[in-house]
Each structure stands twice: as structure tokens, then as C-alpha cells.
């Protein structure tokens, strides 16, 4: 029966086109109503809770962090700096793409942002110099998702928040399959680009080490940045709020003395910034309030013990997990559907003995797979909007697919060596 009243309850809402924050949160006092004696209050307590978490006033400022470094254009001279790098490479600028998605979304912490800042930069010079057009879109879209597991991430910090992990933990744990994954991204542009030379023009003149090493002096700001936020929170000498305050300020100064930003699009990045985290909160208080339900109708509970008396077992468990949430991922984007599966996933897979900083991590890399999922995609709209449709959504979903499946190989190589996301948490913490 309360199977069928959470799935009734969520489809109804649903189906009159409500928001996922919305369905979420009627949801659950319905559930509280009918089967804990009317008990709705205590959604109520929740939401508070949830709200008043010191950990969780670093969202805004992280987003408000990538806004001021999208609106500055340091993005553009960040790829301008790495161009050389990789000029003589077989796929040349389609390496720059991961290269800087990787460092911006160093300092970013959103998917989709880093997506917009690289791409709005990459894609017309790409056009431009006759790269294939899906194939830019496929490396954009793809690179962009390394925003959300590089530190400092918004699903990391969101995880932390709503499970009470070690925020310092999680984003540690993000930094090596981060770059691990860049690199496989890397390694298919060089052996793709290998066997078609057609999908990216030939290198131009070689550019000496000096030279390359000259070009990278411009970017220390970025590099600085970064140290800034994330040396403050490995040291212990700042909480994640206190470093996400600490990164706002300093993106700010930095921008305006070596960017482009004015006070008008200061203004601007923090009006973007307050609509983001609305929509982002609007789903937490559904996910919280239907959270509290669940949890305290004992309903992880009740289905852990479903798992140990079926014999699945913890792997076959999670196999199911990351299958639901590939599914899933064709029909919410990312944060949603983290928040919206947490309150199941999270007790159930950590009581069969799965590591939360590890499921963190684990999490994060399936939302990222939603992140370039039609038809939701988020990464894919954005970047099929910035080259104003002169690559569909179909084509571009086909191009990211590479990309789509390695990121389910980093999950199966983080199922298997779970040391990859735990060793650099266990050295610093």
C-alpha cells in the first residue's frame, strides 16, 4: 500500500505539471498523513533542519563563484593559455576542451556552467578552423561534466550536506577519478581522431616548450584561485562556507582587475545565481520533506532487509542502483535526481557496507551521465544552444555516447578499486 500511495502521489503530481520540488514535497506529507497517524508536522522540523545547516549556505556561493568567473570571459583566456599545449597533438583543440573543462571546473563546481564557459569559447574557434561540429559538441558536453566531480562540487556539497559526510572528504575523494576520467576522455580523442583525420584539421607550427610554459604564466590567477578555496579547506583552516565566501571575494578581484567584470554584471551574475539556487533549493525542501517520511516509516529498513533475504547481495544491489539511475537520468536532470534518490540509496548502500565518501563519489559520476542523457541532457541544450542549432540534439547525443560510456567504465573501475576515490581522503584526513 505505500508503494502504491508514493507512486500514485508522485505520478499525479507529476502529470499536472507541477515542479519535481513540488511533487516531492506533497508527496511526503501524504505519506505522513496517512501512515504516520497524521503526523505532517514533523515535515515542518525537517525543513528547518535542513535549512538552517551552516554546510549547506555554501551552494549559493559556489554557484555565485562559477557565475563571476562564466560573466568574466577568464574562461576564453584560460583556453587562449592552453591552446599551444596540445597544438601538435593528434585532436588537437578537442584535448584543450577536457584540458580546460577540467581546470574550470576546478573552480566552478556546475556541470552546465562549465559546459557554457568552455563552449561559448571553444565551439565558434573550432567552427572556424574546420573542426567536425558534433565532434567539438560531443568533447564540450562530455568535458563538461567533470564540473560536477572535480572539487569544489555543487553534488558533492549537496551530498555532504544531506547525508552528513565530510565535506573536505568528498571533494578529496572527487579529484583523482576526476582526472582519471579526463584522461580516458583524452585517450579516445587521440585514438578516434587517429583512425578520421577528417574530424580535426591538421596541427599547426610547432611551438617550443619555453613558449608553451610562457603562454601558461597568464593563468596564475585561476591557479591561485583554486589554491584559495581548495587549499583552505584540505588544511582545515576554512569550513566549505567560510572557503566558498573566501573564492566569491577573490573571483570578484580577480575578474574585475584581470577579467572583464563590472558592477552591472556582478549584479547579473547574482540575480543568475539566486534563480539557480531557488530552483535547486525548491527541490531540497521536496526531497527533505519526503526524506523525513520515508525514514521515519523505516523504509530503508524494511528494504534492506528485502535485499538480504532475495540473496542479491551488495554488488548485484548495486548494479540495480546504477541501472535506475541511468534510467532515471533520461528523465531528470542531475541535482534532481540526486537529491530526489538519496533518501533510499544512501542508508540502503551503506548498511550492505558500501563507503559513503565512495558512494559520494559513485553518485556524483551517475549524475554526471544524466547531465549528457537525452532528452534532458542539461549539457547537451546548453551547447546545441550555443551553436545556434547547427548541431541537433540527436546529433550531439550521438557524438557525447563515447563519452556516456566511459564514464560507466570509471564506475566499474571505481567498483573494483575503490581506493581510486579513498586514498587521497585517507592521506590528508
Avoid at 323 to 342: N, P, R
Avoid at 413 to 423: D, G, K, R
Wanted: hydrophobic share 55%; with cysteine; net charge neutral.
Amino acid at each position: 500500500m505505500f508503494w502504491a500511495t508514493l507512486l500514485a502521489s508522485l505520478t499525479l503530481t507529476a502529470i499536472t505539471g507541477a515542479a519535481l520540488g513540488a511533487a516531492l514535497g506533497l508527496t511526503g506529507p501524504i505519506i505522513l498523513h496517512f501512515f504516520a497517524d497524521g503526523a505532517t508536522f514533523l515535515a515542518l522540523d525537517a525543513v528547518w533542519n535542513a535549512f538552517n545547516s551552516f554546510t549547506l549556505s555554501a551552494i549559493p556561493l559556489f554557484i555565485l563563484l562559477g557565475e563571476i568567473l562564466l560573466q568574466s570571459g577568464i574562461s576564453r583566456r584560460v583556453y587562449t593559455a592552453l591552446t599551444p599545449v596540445f597544438q601538435r597533438v593528434t585532436g588537437g583543440l578537442l584535448h584543450t576542451n577536457i584540458a580546460v573543462c577540467t581546470v574550470f571546473g576546478a573552480v566552478s563546481g556546475s556541470s552546465m556552467s562549465t559546459a557554457a564557459a568552455v563552449g561559448s569559447v571553444a565551439y565558434p574557434e573550432m567552427a572556424r578552423r574546420g573542426y567536425h561540429k558534433p565532434t567539438v559538441v560531443g568533447s564540450l558536453a562530455g568535458g563538461g561534466t567533470l564540473g560536477l566531480l572535480i572539487p569544489p562540487s555543487l553534488s558533492l556539497l549537496i551530498y555532504g550536506a544531506l547525508t552528513e559526510t565530510s565535506i573536505g572528504r568528498l571533494f578529496m575523494a572527487g579529484i583523482l577519478p576526476g582526472l582519471i576520467l579526463s584522461a580516458l576522455f583524452m585517450a579516445y580523442i587521440y585514438v578516434r581522431c587517429a583512425r578520421d583525420r577528417s574530424l580535426s584539421p591538421e596541427g599547426g607550427s610547432r611551438v617550443s616548450l619555453v613558449a608553451v610554459l610562457k603562454g601558461l604564466v597568464p593563468i596564475w590567477p585561476v591557479v591561485l584561485l583554486i589554491i584559495a578555496v581548495m587549499g583552505s579547506i584540505v588544511l582545515g583552516i576554512a569550513t566549505p562556507t567560510e572557503a566558498a565566501g573566501v573564492g566569491v571575494a577573490a573571483a570578484a578581484l580577480i575578474s574585475a582587475i584581470w577579467g572583464e567584470l563590472t558592477v552591472k554584471g556582478l549584479l547579473a551574475c547574482l540575480h543568475r545565481a539566486v534563480l539557480t539556487y531557488a530552483a535547486i533549493g525548491f527541490v531540497v525542501v521536496g526531497a527533505v520533506v519526503l526524506a523525513q517520511s520515508v525514514a521515519i516509516l523505516g523504509v530503508p529498513q524494511a528494504l534492506l532487509e528485502t535485499v538480504r533475504q532475495s540473496g542479491l547481495g551488495a554488488t548485484g544491489v548495486l548494479i540495480i542502483v546504477v541501472a535506475i539511475y541511468v534510467l532515471l537520468g533520461c528523465l531528470f536532470d542531475g541535482l534532481s535526481l540526486m537529491i530526489m534518490t538519496l533518501p533510499i540509496v544512501f542508508p540502503l548502500l551503506t548498511q550492505l557496507g558500501f563507503d559513503p565518501i565512495w558512494l559520494g563519489v559513485l553518485v556524483t559520476i551517475m549524475i554526471e551521465i544524466g547531465q549528457v542523457t537525452p532528452p534532458v541532457g542539461l549539457n547537451l541544450s546548453v551547447l546545441v544552444a550555443i551553436t545556434e542549432d547547427e548541431v541537433g540534439l540527436g546529433r550531439a547525443a550521438l557524438a557525447t555516447m563515447p563519452y556516456w560510456l566511459l564514464m560507466l567504465v570509471g564506475v566499474v573501475l571505481l567498483t573494483l578499486f575503490p581506493e581510486i576515490a579513498l586514498v587521497l581522503p585517507d592521506l590528508v584526513f
